[in-house]
């Protein structure tokens, strides 16, 4: 094999087609819940179920099993630091007991994982766009 045949296999690899979107955008799209690729086609059809392709460029949203395990890191780290940043703002910032404000925290940590799935997979569906850029190019 010579330099022509592996720089061919690997133009093969990862195709080039067209301008790839900057890593804010795709942030962005992210948290408006919109495709990553396109960013017109909303990822949920409603507050729960997410859709197979997008409406706009028919990416495929509905991946393979197991991939949105990886939102579960956005989910939790949203989740602590988010906490931690309330924890501190209560009893550093206010001055509150820790006895006080523990029973709210706690429920917080139950509630917001719920309330934040939608953008954890939204997130890591860009997050996966951003550094595995072959997932823009499928069809
Ligand atoms: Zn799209």
């Known amino acids: 094999m010579n330099d022509t045949d592996v720089a061919k296999s690997k133009h093969e690899e990862v195709p080039e087609k067209g301008p790839r979107p900057l890593p804010e955008v795709l942030l962005w799209r992210g948290v408006r819940l919109r495709c990553p690729r396109c960013g017109e086609g909303r990822l949920y059809r409603n507050y729960i179920k997410m859709n197979d392709c997008c409406s706009s460029c028919s990416l495929k949203l509905k991946r393979e099993p197991g991939y949105y395990l990886g939102a579960t890191y956005f989910n939790y780290g949203a989740t602590v630091l988010?906490?931690?940043?309330?924890?501190?703002?209560?009893?550093?910032?206010?001055?509150?007991?820790?006895?006080?404000?523990?029973?709210p925290l706690f429920t917080f940590c139950l509630i917001f994982p719920l309330l934040f799935f939608r953008h954890a997979r939204a997130l890591?569906?860009?997050?996966?766009?951003?550094?595995?850029?072959?997932?823009?190019?499928?069809k």
Do not use: P, Y
């Open 124 to 138: 890591w569906l860009a997050f996966d766009c951003q550094f595995d850029r072959s997932v823009l190019d499928e």
């Open 82 to 103: 988010s906490m931690s940043a309330m924890f501190l703002f209560f009893r550093l910032g206010m001055n509150i007991s820790v006895d006080t404000i523990l029973w």
